[in-house]
């Protein structure tokens, strides 16, 4: 007799060695009726952060293989990436208003990570953005090729399709404006272990530069 539950009971892997799932599902439903080892709403809203951290995690790094197919797990969890991206780099953009010395030490800060980039002229954030953003782009277009290219562009199904090209191409020139964009040497003191720690004794806000007599300036991009 066939069943209704989500997995077999027993299921031969891709060795042929038997898994029992029986266990897997009792825990899925342990979790499901209860709240889990922190109760209430703060446990819910932390188990969310976490989940939330873990699929941004999970956007490229463990996956077994590379397939290009329409399935949209690929397209969430890069878009959850990149709208934590966009936030972070939001924030980043408000050092704008406390001068040239906190901004351009800004920029330079994500340009001494430059050696976490594996020989490469950027930083591992930069490329993991880099490969979140193919990830995204690749799936949207493989998703609209398969399910809404037949689709009138009243129908609305489209919309998703040419809002993703505007922004595309927002990105591209964004980018050869801000990161590849000819710029003057800014001349800047850079603390010497990337963040200025002693700021916080200061009781100013400049992580990013140092004003110590005598310090060696760098040129840094304008």
């Given amino acids: 007799a066939s069943g209704g539950a989500a997995a077999p009971l027993l299921d031969k892997g891709a060795h042929g060695k038997a898994r029992d799932w029986s266990k897997n599902e009792k825990n899925r439903q342990m979790r499901m009726q209860g709240e889990g080892r922190i109760h209430g709403w703060f446990g819910a809203l932390c188990y969310m952060v976490l989940g939330f951290m873990k699929e941004i995690l999970f956007t490229i790094v463990p996956q ?3 397939t290009l197919s329409n399935d949209r797990v690929g397209l969430t969890r890069s878009a959850m990436f990149l709208f934590i991206f966009i936030i972070i780099h939001a924030v980043g953009n408000l050092h704008v208003f406390l001068g040239p010395d906190d901004f351009n030490g800004y920029g330079y800060f994500y340009v001494r990570l430059y050696w976490t980039g594996f020989g ?3 930083n ?4 993991y953005i880099l490969l979140a953003a193919l990830l995204h782009v690749f799936v949207a277009l493989k998703r609209t090729w398969d399910i809404s290219i037949n689709y009138t562009v009243a129908s609305g199904k489209l919309n998703l399709a040419f809002s993703g ?3 595309l191409t927002f990105m591209m020139i964004h980018l050869f404006q801000f990161r590849f964009g000819e710029t003057k040497p800014f001349m ?4 010497p272990y990337l963040i200025n720690l002693a700021t916080i004794l200061e ?3 400049n ?5 110590d007599e005598g310090c060696k300036a760098v040129p840094v991009r304008d």
């Fill in 165 to 167: 090209i505007t922004l």
């Fill in 124 to 127: 591992i954030v930069e490329e």
């Fill in 64 to 66: 077994k293989n590379i």
């Fill in 203 to 205: 009781l100013r806000l």
């Fill in 188 to 191: 800047l003191c850079p603390p």
């Fill in 120 to 122: 490469l002229q950027a």
């Fill in 207 to 211: 992580l990013f530069w140092v004003h």
